[in-house]
């Protein structure tokens, strides 16, 4: 009922930025809380960082605070994920993903398909 679709992945060099998108249709956007989550080959999905439906909270991983930063626009159903300071180990397929609750945990209800971000050294 929830489609979301990330853009903006890309190759980038270590120290470098990215912004990555994602789009939601389908349902009422702006009452869902919305997280991004990374995956690298032979490794399990992590959070990166998430977002209230209202934008009143954020929850970040600390390892990335200082790094990566995530706003919403619910005017065009679309959340992003600026990322500063780049590091090879950050290479991953980066995921979208949209539920009813706020939560560092891979439970959401609704997951784009992935936009692949790799940093060179």
């Known amino acids: ?12 060099q270590s120290g470098g930025s990215l912004r990555l ?12 809380a919305m997280g991004w989550f990374r995956q690298a080959p032979g490794k399990e999905r992590e959070f990166v960082v998430g977002i ?3 934008g009143d909270r954020i929850v970040y991983s600390d390892s990335l605070k ?5 706003s919403r ?18 290479t991953a397929v980066y995921y979208c993903a949209a ?13 784009g398909q992935g936009t692949q971000v790799t940093v060179s050294s």
């Open 1 to 12: 009922q929830v489609q979301l679709v990330e853009s903006g992945g890309g190759l980038v």
């Open 21 to 32: 998108s994602c789009a939601a249709s389908g349902r009422t956007f702006s009452r869902y």
């Open 52 to 54: 209230s439906w209202g």
């Open 66 to 70: 200082g790094r990566f930063t995530i």
């Open 73 to 90: 626009d619910n005017a065009k159903n679309t959340v992003y994920l600026q990322m500063n300071s780049l590091k090879p180990e950050d």
């Open 99 to 111: 539920d009813l609750l706020l939560s560092k945990q891979a439970k959401y209800e609704y997951w």
